[in-house]
């Protein structure tokens, strides 16, 4: 890797959780950066307490090698090497941001001095936390908690797709993405449980779920079909679909994972 001598922005969304080495992809760019001191580096990926927190097995996907939290992001960085100016989360508490720049020289192996960062008060483990940071031990509680109550999630759905499904009702899928993929591989949900998922995206129109077979559709068929149930794979565009759902003259009850 190979970063100008100009660049005073490094910028990474939603990829690094599709690394398997992040030490050392973050190292390199460590690295890369050498004695440039007020190069920003922001880094974008999916906040794994809100995954634990709010037991969203929708948001586990193969793809993806690694989740972090704020605390495990932080220490991720120092170990390279980083100052850590900011962390925080947006997009409904999904999507985890850092800012960092460089901090103490890193070592060889990747890990910033614990000794320089001490005394330089400038990156590596021994840089203060920042608030909100959190510990292993309180992680390791997230996962717990996590495991206890995905079984119960994950019946509450497949009891409420069967209950529609008993009475009849047409249910569809709103979201032709990767939290519709794992809703409906992991609840193993069939066409005659949700006959199809919208999506905007007119590139996935007359494409299928992958796994379940679904073919996604664009909002406009609704007006054709006209689904009893519309389940809204992120909450946060409630109502935004709400909109576009009467603006079709339907009416159907809405849920959001």
């Known amino acids: ?29 460590r690295r890369s950066i050498g004695e440039r001191p007020d190069t920003v ?14 037991v969203a ?3 586990i996907y193969y793809e993806h090698c690694s989740y972090f939290t704020k605390g495990s992001l932080a220490r991720l960085f120092r170990q390279a090497g980083f100052e850590v100016r900011d962390l925080w989360t947006a997009y409904d508490d999904q999507y985890l941001m850092i800012e960092a720049r460089p901090g103490s020289v890193p070592s060889p192996s990747g890990r910033g001095s614990t000794a320089e960062a001490g005394e330089q008060g400038s990156g590596g483990a021994g840089e203060k936390e920042l608030l909100g940071e959190e510990s292993a031990a309180e992680t390791l509680e997230m996962v717990r908690y996590f495991v206890e109550h995905y079984e119960a999630n994950r019946t509450q759905w497949r009891t409420r797709l069967a ?6 009702r047409r249910v569809v899928l709103w979201g032709g993405g990767s939290k519709g993929v794992a809703f409906l591989t992991t609840l193993g949900q069939s066409r005659d ?3 199809y998922a919208v999506d905007i995206n007119p590139i996935k129109h007359g494409t299928f779920m992958a796994g379940t077979g679904q073919e996604i559709i664009a909002p406009e068929s609704l007006k054709t079909y006209r689904p009893d149930v519309v389940i ?5 565009y409630r109502a935004e679909v709400t909109a576009d759902l009467t603006a079709l003259g ?8």
């Not at 580096?41 to 709010?54: E, G, T, W």
């Not at 209950?163 to 009849?168: G, I, N």
């Not at 809204?232 to 946060?236: A, D, K, T």
């Not at 339907?250 to 994972?257: M, S, Y």
Request: charged share 20%; aromatic share 12%.
């Open 1 to 29: 890797m190979c970063i100008r001598d100009s660049a005073v922005f490094i910028c990474c969304k939603m990829t690094l959780e599709h690394i398997p080495n992040v030490g050392e992809f973050i190292a390199t760019i």
């Open 163 to 168: 209950d529609w499904r008993a009475t009849a």
């Open 41 to 54: 580096v922001f880094f974008q990926i999916p906040n794994a307490r809100y995954v634990l927190c709010d």
């Open 250 to 257: 339907l009416t159907p009850e809405i849920h959001t994972l």
């Open 232 to 236: 809204i794979m992120n909450p946060v």
């Open 57 to 59: 097995f929708w948001d």
């Open 193 to 195: 449980d949700i006959a």
